[in-house]
């Protein structure tokens, strides 16, 4: 049996930028992805703290450094500019991968940098 496991989170993620016009989807600064350990074009799940929507896309990267984590596309109807999300990204695990399992945790200040690097728990 399998169960569905948190892998990685980004948390508290502060929205820097909304763009409907946009194909849609959420865009990550590279460096945080690479933290987490999300790939470009993962499914993830965001929450948002601000309003409580809960919505599920997918990740592109962003430009490194840039502190960038944009709402695009229907995701922008989301949630506003400065809103802080938690961004988790699932994986299938089995029992015994299960029994050594830790996800990944990025924790962020109010610029999207990280504080401590991505944390095991």
């Known amino acids: 049996m399998f ?13 820097t930028g ?3 016009e946009y194909e849609g989807t959420l865009t990550i600064d590279e460096d945080l ?6 790939l470009p074009y993962e499914a993830i799940v ?5 309003n409580g929507e809960r ?10 450094g840039s502190g960038d984590v944009v709402l695009n596309g229907p995701t922008a109807r989301k949630g506003a500019v400065g809103d802080q999300i938690i961004i988790f990204c699932y994986e ?30």
């Open 18 to 20: 909304a763009h409907l």
């Open 92 to 121: 299938y695990y089995g029992e015994e991968e299960i029994k050594r399992h830790a996800p990944k945790i990025v924790r962020v200040d109010d610029k999207n940098r990280m504080v401590d690097g991505p944390a095991k728990r």
């Open 55 to 64: 919505f599920m896309t997918y990740a592109i990267g962003g430009r490194r």
């Open 46 to 50: 965001c929450s948002n703290l601000n």
């Open 33 to 38: 992805l690479d933290a987490a350990g999300i």
């Open 3 to 15: 169960r569905q496991m948190l892998r990685s989170k980004i948390h508290r993620a502060t929205v």
